[in-house]
T-cell receptor, first 112, second 113 residues
Framework: SAVISQKPSRDICQRGTSLTIQCQVD?????MFWYRQQPGQSLTLIAT?????????ESGFVIDKFPISRPNLTFSTLTVSNMSPEDSSIYLC?????????FGSGTRLTVV | GESVGLHLPTLSVQEGDNSIINCAYS??????FIWYKQESGKGPQFIID?????DKRQGQRVTVLLNKTVKHLSLQIAATQPGDSAVYFC????????????FGSGTRLQVQP
């Protein structure tokens, strides 16, 4: 199955700033997704990252807050903009390929 | 730091016992289901999957049962070990194609030695 490298693994950020999370896959994949996992909660889909076009966002998530890039079939970024303490969560990248679904190890974000 | 699953329902079992973790899903159009294990500080790890044209699938020490009539999924772990302690999530693929998964609320499994 695909191997995902997600960076950074964790960060502590000041409110009002932005953080960009990177997701690198070791093979070309058609579908890439970004999830949020709030403390003690399950995973919630933020958006589907589309190669060469704008991401498809789920209800409750908007591009201005969570801009996503997908320049090619192996790489995507998620930016958490103008952060507040409520954005403190684990953010996970996931891909869907011939071998099924794979997840990165996540980025644990704490906003202070 | 806070661990995954701190506020989730917890199932406590004795080492060596069998564990059964349940999940209800809502979309009758879902055709593919997966069980994931998540340990603290890690992303979800694939355990076992099942398609909607099956009602049972077995892996190594794990069995998934699917009851489409009541939209219920269960994960059975035989001879539970301390290394099985983690949070377990069911996930469903709603519709055709490799769409994003929708996750259930999760259950924390604690194995007592």
């Amino acid at each position: 199955s695909a191997v995902i490298s997600q960076k950074p693994s964790r960060d502590i950020c000041q409110r009002g700033t932005s953080l960009t999370i990177q997701c690198q896959v070791d093979s070309q994949v058609t579908m890439m997704f970004w999830y949020r996992q709030q403390p003690g909660q399950s995973l919630t889909l933020i958006a589907t990252a589309n190669q060469g076009s704008e991401a498809t966002y789920e209800s409750g998530f908007v591009i201005d807050k969570f801009p996503i890039s997908r320049p090619n079939l192996t790489f995507s970024t998620l930016t958490v903009s103008n952060m507040s303490p409520e954005d403190s969560s684990i953010y996970l990248c996931s891909v869907s390929g011939a071998d099924g679904y794979t997840f990165g190890s996540g980025t644990r974000l704490t906003v202070v | 730091g806070e661990s995954v699953g701190l506020h989730l329902p917890t199932l406590s079992v004795q080492e060596g016992d069998n564990s059964i973790i349940n999940c209800a899903y809502s979309n009758s159009a879902s055709d593919y289901f997966i069980w994931y294990k998540q340990e603290s500080g890690k992303g979800p790890q694939f355990i076992i999957d099942i398609r909607s044209n099956m009602d049972k699938r077995q892996g190594q020490r794990v069995t998934v049962l699917l009851n489409k009539t009541v939209k219920h999924l269960s994960l059975q772990i035989a001879a539970t070990q301390p290394g099985d302690s983690a949070v377990y999530f069911c996930a469903e693929n709603r519709g055709t194609g490799r769409r994003a998964l929708t996750f259930g609320s999760g259950t924390r499994l604690q194995v007592q030695p």
